[in-house]
């Protein structure tokens, strides 16, 4: 049927800050379902905390409302505006738990809105456990023995009657909060009272533990007529036991049999059939037993997922984009395919490649977390790689993790040690694809490998292949002896070069002058959705081996940016955010926007943003190939974070151009000992320094300057491995460890500024004029990370000739670097005396803060300023902010109850919030306040 006319606003509920298990890949499916709408005519509002992300920018919907993700916003909403229907399966967990929020309070009742796409009931079936079991059983679908409990004394009688090894699922939770196997009697009482602690209605699933099952994931659409289709099967590569964001998953599935998988998709389709009004996007995970093929089903999700962002680029369909106009009445036979644009959406794609999904942790920032991995999710982001094999997918997806991994081992990363590979491979840890690798290298048996992980066995045999050709590239003794036929089956199988020369223990470069003598060069790929079965006409490309380009560059002027890679700690959503709004204004300058990235959860790689994406590692090797063959006017490093500024030095040396800021501005301002002689040459205070490349230089700097000082390595994001140390002891032991992880670094120790302010400004100069987009107090003192440290805009104590100081030395530096764009100035204020902290050439954690509290397009300007294509005073703007805007960090250590919490010099929050007051009389800003003096007391 046509589109519900009745339905001329909507309100998108939307996921909040990020934390893990619940991350930018909610925001991707809202800002797409928010697009979809507005494409009907749809009057969207949207409410969303969280200031990193695009979907809360002006350009997503026509209301934004930055305000908590409570019912009494929800409230304020509906008052202020005439909302037809609320749309709450964009927003993850979060959007869910407050619609039906809302709905037990009658806000939805009072102000005649309608729940679309999907219906309180079947939420209530879905999100309720004893509700979910007591549904299958009634469309006779298998689920593992069962109970519910509410209480201890009911979890107990459950796990009696069930035995052990068992799971506990607490009920209405995301990411598997407080969820965990229960291996023996003597862990139980501790794992229930957690569960039920973790659960809002406190109850939670006791159910037999199926350790060692395989498990699937079917992403689905439904529409009111009762059409189903299957977009993606994805198969964990980890079996039951480790939660889905943790485990490596691959599409389409690799060991599933064609009559599992009928099965699978049969009882999938009866089970989204059977959940009441739905229509949207849902995600069915099942567990199939590897001996008989016994299925049951685990859980459904009535919204998209986090597998519905993976499934979305890995297919090219987009669900959240499709979902959002099933909720408003269409079928998907009335849809168009948004790929081929001539045939319909009532269709499942069919993938001629592998796309490997490979989560990336980030262990080192939770100290004294435990690294196994479980029911509960632990990882900070993911990364997706496409090839056309599973090794090359994988190998690929290795290389997109920016942890210094060349691919699956071969570089230089291997142990040695059977013993500690063989405890690594029964304890699931982030390493365990690595160690499983080597024990195979080894000579581990398969079937001791298989034993010990219950990975599938083909699986085992793909990475026997990988130490097979290892073994057969050990003839050669130079590059020039690999003939042209194994050179390529080298890197069909998705080794680098990097790969290949450290396993021959000769330079990269030869390696790869040899490859492109041989002329063994990377083709591009489309994704089409169908196979090459009809004409596809989006720009969305990976790299492969083959012999045909499909990748054709044309005539115009282009400019690549370079995204930031997966999300981490200190690297996250905002700059995302940054690179979407330099895209548009690329396109906006006329020129042709190429965007390279390798994130499947963000908007940055949506198949639409930009005119043409390569979804590829942002790895050197990978990146050359692309600018050979599209020749851009210049590549943007300023918006992708860390992650593109390092590449920065390698594309400059190798002919490309740098749009903005140049290279030698960039490593004068990270260069620590460099940036503090430009400092003194500018009269500019800054704390006292020196760079050590070893423990004695590093305690004679440390002497000298005075404890207690702050030691940190350079060209590092997030404050890495940053301490405060007070005496020659611990300084010894932090600079030791440093070196142990980062070997060709150098440390810094800086002058620790005791009890003073911290502030920062972002700024865009043009090399005429700096805009001070703003000026930003910290509310905890210097010594905690700026990411960690709550922020006020504007500032609220320092004076204004603290002020005018700041800005001041912003266009110093700004001018003297010869900045072109972005730069970021954190400063360090004791009395009236303001130090220069460090200056980062780039965009920042807080830019899109700044833009959203002042509602200013500020990343639209620094790209024209980046090109040269405008000026700053080409444009007009007005600052709009009543009151103060708070930047709020938020943490996810519920995941890791053992670890230390104590906030400093290293950042630690996975998110943040925006939240406005009028005045300082506030009661959220006293208690702030309050906070930072007692700091100020310790």
Request: glycine share 6%; charged share 25%; with cysteine.
């Amino acid at each position: 049927m046509p589109r519900d006319t009745s339905i001329k606003s909507v309100l998108i509920i939307g996921s909040g800050p990020i934390i893990i298990g619940q991350a930018c890949e909610f925001d991707y499916s809202g800002t797409q379902a928010s697009r979809s709408l507005m494409e009907e005519g749809i009057e969207v509002s949207l409410i969303n905390s969280n200031p990193a992300t695009i979907m809360t920018d002006p350009i997503t919907a026509d209301h934004i409302y930055l305000l908590p993700l409570t019912v009494e916003s929800i409230r304020q909403i509906l008052e202020e505006r005439k909302i037809d229907a609320a749309l709450a399966t964009m927003g993850g967990q979060t959007a869910l738990n407050l619609a039906i929020e809302a709905g037990k309070q009658g806000v939805w009742e009072e102000f005649d809105v309608k729940l679309i796409g999907v219906d309180l009931e079947a939420i209530e079936v879905a999100e309720n456990r004893e509700a979910f079991k007591n549904h299958l059983e009634t469309i006779g679908l298998k689920k593992a023995p069962s109970f519910i409990a509410n209480s201890f004394l009911e979890g107990k009688e459950a796990s009696q009657k069930i035995g052990f090894p068992l799971v506990i699922r607490p009920s209405y939770t995301l990411g598997g909060t407080g969820g965990g196997f229960v291996m023996e009697e003597k862990e139980f009482d501790d794992a229930l009272r957690h569960g039920l602690n973790s659960s809002p209605t406190h109850e939670v699933l006791v159910e037999k533990a199926v350790l060692g099952w395989k498990e699937y994931e079917l992403e689905l659409l439904r529409d009111s007529n009762n059409n189903v289709v299957i977009i993606c099967t994805v198969e964990n590569l980890d079996p039951m036991g480790i939660h889905t964001g943790d485990s490596i998953t691959v599409a389409p599935a690799m060991t599933l049999s064609d009559t599992a998988y009928q099965e699978m998709r049969n009882q999938a389709i009866t089970l989204m059939r059977s959940m009441g009004n739905f229509a949207g996007g849902c995600n069915v995970q099942f567990a199939i037993n590897p001996e008989n093929e016994e299925l049951i089903c685990i859980e459904i999700n009535p919204r998209v997922s986090r597998s519905s962002a993976l499934a979305s680029k890995a297919t090219g369909y987009p669900i959240a984009k499709i979902a959002a106009k099933l909720a408003i009445g269409y079928n998907l036979d009335e849809l168009k395919n948004q790929i081929t644009k001539t045939t319909s959406a009532f269709f499942e794609p069919t993938l001629d490649y592998v796309i490997v999904k490979m989560p990336r942790w980030n262990f080192e920032k939770f100290y004294g977390s435990d690294h196994t991995l479980g029911l509960q999710m632990k990882s900070v982001g993911e990364v997706m790689a496409i090839g056309r094999t599973f090794l090359e997918a994988l190998q690929k997806a290795c290389q997109s993790q920016e942890n210094n991994r060349a691919g699956l081992g071969a570089d230089k990363k291997e142990w040695i040690r059977t013993e500690d590979i063989l405890e690594r491979l029964e304890k699931a840890s982030d390493d365990r694809i690595f160690r499983v690798k080597d024990a195979i290298r080894l000579g581990v048996p398969l079937k001791s490998v298989h034993k010990l992980t219950k990975i599938d066995p083909w699986y085992l045999k793909q990475i026997k292949h990988l130490v097979n050709l290892e073994n057969k590239l050990m003839v050669f003794n130079i590059p020039e002896d690999i003939p042209e036929e194994f050179m390529r089956e080298l890197k069909v199988n998705g080794y680098s070069d990097a790969q290949i020369a450290w396993l021959m223990r000769v330079k990269e470069i030869d390696v790869t002058k040899r490859r492109k003598n041989l002329d063994v060069r990377r083709t591009y790929k489309m994704v089409d959705t169908c196979a090459a079965e009809f004409e596809a006409k989006t720009p969305y490309f990976y790299s492969t081996f083959d012999t045909e380009n499909e990748s054709i560059p044309s005539d115009k002027k282009k400019i690549i940016v370079l995204g930031s890679g997966p999300n981490r700690i200190g690297q996250g959503i905002e700059f995302d955010y940054c690179c979407v709004h330099g895209v548009l204004a690329i396109k906006e300058a006329g020129y042709e926007s190429i965007m390279i990235n390798c994130n499947p959860e963000t908007v940055s790689t949506d198949f639409d943003i930009s005119d043409k994406l390569y979804f590829e590692p942002i790895y050197w090797e990978h990146l050359e190939e692309i600018l050979e063959l599209e020749k851009p006017e210049g590549v943007i490093v300023q918006l992708g974070g860390q992650t593109a500024l390092k590449l920065a030095e390698t594309i400059e040396k190798n002919g490309y151009k740098i749009i903005g800021t140049n290279f030698e501005s960039m490593d004068l301002a990270e260069d620590r000992g460099r940036f503090s002689d430009l400092l003194k040459e500018l009269d500019i205070p800054y704390p006292r320094y020196g760079v050590a490349k070893d423990v004695d230089e590093a305690i004679a700097i440390a002497k000298e300057v005075s404890y207690p000082v702050l030691v940190r390595p350079s060209y590092v994001l997030g404050g890495q491995r940053m301490r405060i140390v007070i005496n020659d002891e611990e300084i010894e032991r932090h600079v030791l460890n440093i070196f142990k992880h980062m070997p060709d670094n150098r440390v810094l120790i800086d002058q620790f500024l005791e009890r003073a302010k911290e502030a920062e400004v972002d700024a865009i100069y043009d090399g005429d004029e700096i805009l001070i987009m703003g000026i930003m107090e910290h509310i905890e003192p210097a010594g905690i990370h700026s990411g960690d440290s709550s922020a006020m805009l504007p500032t609220y104590s320092l004076s204004d000739q603290v002020i005018e100081t700041m800005k001041l030395y912003s266009e110093k530096i700004a001018k003297a670097l010869n900045i072109r764009g972005l730069i970021n100035i954190q400063f360090a204020i004791k009395g009236e005396k303001v130090y220069v902290i460090e200056a980062n050439p780039r965009a920042s954690r807080t830019t899109p803060f700044i833009a959203k509290a002042y509602q200013v397009p500020f990343l639209n300007i620094a790209t024209h300023v980046m090109m040269g294509t405008k000026k700053i005073k080409d444009f007009k703007f007005e600052k709009k902010l009543e009151g103060y805007a708070i930047k709020v960090p938020i943490f996810s250590f519920d995941k890791f109850p053992n670890v230390d919490k104590q906030l400093g010099p290293e950042m630690k929050s996975t998110g943040e919030a925006i939240h406005f007051i009028k005045d300082l009389k506030d009661p959220f800003f006293r208690k702030l306040d309050k906070e930072r003096s007692m700091y100020l007391s310790r």
